[in-house]
């Protein structure tokens, strides 16, 4: 594991970063979920506290959840009582394997340079027809922010345009104002692809 800044955020706070106050993205999680057939297979990129992985498993779905960060995966564990496997984005090698990804604030900490291989991994882990959700922070560059954490901070055109060339179909993207647990205003990019 990597000892850069964002991965020793993680590993130094992940039990106040668990047990934060955080409201789930329902209305983004519901519509992903109407989205696939009951009892779906799905691959959650970056678990964090395990949050939207217990909500999944409430629903019925057969859900994978990974987290780069040990410390963080045991938090989600406690919390969704099931094993969290330990990965890091671009060690993602299943193949056919899930009806949906979901990756939830998570892929915006992977440098800009890896997104298109990471991309190329989901989609090749996705059953036919299989639905991508992945939130970002928008911008025009990376940077970090107050913690040291880094972000990929990319625009909409940008994703829109690499998601277009991995061979992407039906590519969303919303965006919409937030926060996170910096407490700082947030333009949000909320992205959906289907393989």
Known sequence: M????????YTDNAAVYAARERKLPRQRLDAFLDALSAGAAILELGCGGGQDAAYMLSRGFDVTPTDG?????KEAEERIGRSVRI????????TGAFDGVW???????APRSTLPAIFDRILHALKTNGI?????????????????????YPSAAWLE????????????????????????????LHVKAQK
Not at 103 to 109: D, F, G, V, Y
């Open 2 to 9: 990597s000892t850069d800044p964002t991965s020793s955020f």
């Open 69 to 73: 960060s040990a410390e963080l995966a």
């Open 87 to 94: 990965m890091r984005f671009e060690t993602l090698d299943d």
């Open 103 to 109: 990756a939830e604030a998570s892929l915006l900490h």
């Open 132 to 152: 991508f959700h992945a939130s970002f922070k928008a911008g025009e560059a990376e940077g970090h922010d107050k913690f040291g954490r880094y972000y990929n």
């Open 161 to 188: 345009a690499i998601l277009s060339a991995g061979g992407w179909k039906n590519i969303g993207v919303t965006e919409a104002d937030g926060g996170g647990f910096d407490g700082e205003p947030t333009r949000w």
